[in-house]
């Protein structure tokens, strides 16, 4: 008879996860310190994830199938490119003051040739930026030159490092003001006309 997952401590895992890859990098990372800090035992992480690598995929396609969700829902309710890119802007924005660690934690695998993208992780993001592209190339709103992975880079990755950015204090250690969304929002766009 199998053993009933308490989703308490499969929450304090994930969450642990996330923690310790930010503070650690992925190599610093290790079972036995997300395993503490999550307050489990090693075996208890064990009975879900065969290893820190399926632990990381899975977080980080949870997230992707996130994003990919609201994007998609987000479809359905605007007919421009711009609408669409803005909601994601505001969705990243507010994930970083609600949900800082798992913002980091995404742009961290992102970022880190250690971690492999799952495929089919590739595959949606793929498809995702061109429908969008798609979209903002028959309203006009972005030029025809833009390749998904420009796409990608322009919106996905400057929106995430921005964010980084901040979040380490670099250049400043106030909160993201309005003012700061929609610069970063109206510079984004910009580069995409």
Avoid: W
């Amino acid at each position: 008879m199998a053993r009933p997952t308490d989703e308490t401590k499969l929450q304090a895992i994930k969450k642990a996860a996330m923690e310790v890859v930010v503070e650690q990098g992925i190599s610093g990372a290790s079972i036995s310190q997300i395993a503490k800090k999550a307050k489990v035992s090693d075996g208890y992480l064990y009975r879900f994830y065969t290893g820190k690598r399926e632990l990381l995929e899975a977080l980080f396609l949870e997230r992707s199938q996130r994003t990919y969700d609201m994007l998609h829902q987000q479809m359905a309710m605007h007919n421009t490119a711009t609408e669409l890119i803005r909601a994601f802007m505001l969705m990243v924005f507010s994930s970083a003051e609600n949900e800082t660690e798992a913002i980091c934690f995404y742009h961290k695998l992102l970022n880190d040739f250690s971690f492999e993208i799952p495929e089919e992780n590739r595959k949606g993001t793929i498809e995702l930026c061109e429908q969008i592209l798609e979209l903002g190339k028959s309203n006009g709103e972005i030029r025809t030159a833009i390749t998904p992975e420009q796409f990608f880079a322009i919106v996905i990755g400057g929106t995430l490092q921005f964010v980084s950015i901040r979040l380490r204090n670099i250049f400043s250690d106030s909160a993201f003001t309005q003012d700061d969304i929609e610069q970063s929002i109206t510079a984004t766009l910009k580069a995409l006309e």
